[in-house]
């Protein structure tokens, strides 16, 4: 049996992520999206302590989405470019998502988010 991420925004009741991935490890937060050809519409990449991103290499723009250690939205980076870099000073994690997806999921700053697991 396999365990589905999904992140939940409990402020607004409705779901951000629905196939969830985290980076954890010195590897996997550094590949973060590497490699891909595009993000899902519904897809998320949780980067752990972390409070700044770079796109160097990167074939898509992303939504960056800025935490606290509560998962709590600190800010909000719209349609990120390739090659483009950002950071928050104090962010605990960063979230990236599908260009467009703060937006239509009407993402806020002070909204708060929460992992939910699924089990398959």
């Known amino acids: 049996m396999s365990t589905q991420l999904r992140l939940l925004n409990e402020t607004r009741n409705n779901v951000l992520v629905e196939g969830l991935q985290i980076a954890k490890t010195p590897w996997s937060k550094m590949k973060g999206l ?4 595009r993000l899902e519409e519904d897809g ?13 290499f990167m074939k898509f723009p992303v939504d960056v989405v800025y935490l ?3 998962l709590i939205v600190e800010n909000i980076v719209h349609r990120l470019q390739p090659w483009g870099i950002s950071s928050h000073r104090g962010a605990a994690h960063v979230l990236e998502i ?3 997806r703060a937006e239509a999921r009407e993402l806020k700053t002070s909204d ?5 697991h699924l089990e398959n």
């Open 34 to 37: 590497l490699g891909r050809e």
């Open 44 to 56: 998320g990449l949780l980067i752990e302590f972390c409070n700044s991103i770079h796109m160097f």
């Open 68 to 70: 606290d250690r509560n």
């Open 98 to 100: 599908a260009a467009g």
């Open 112 to 116: 708060k988010l929460k992992i939910e």
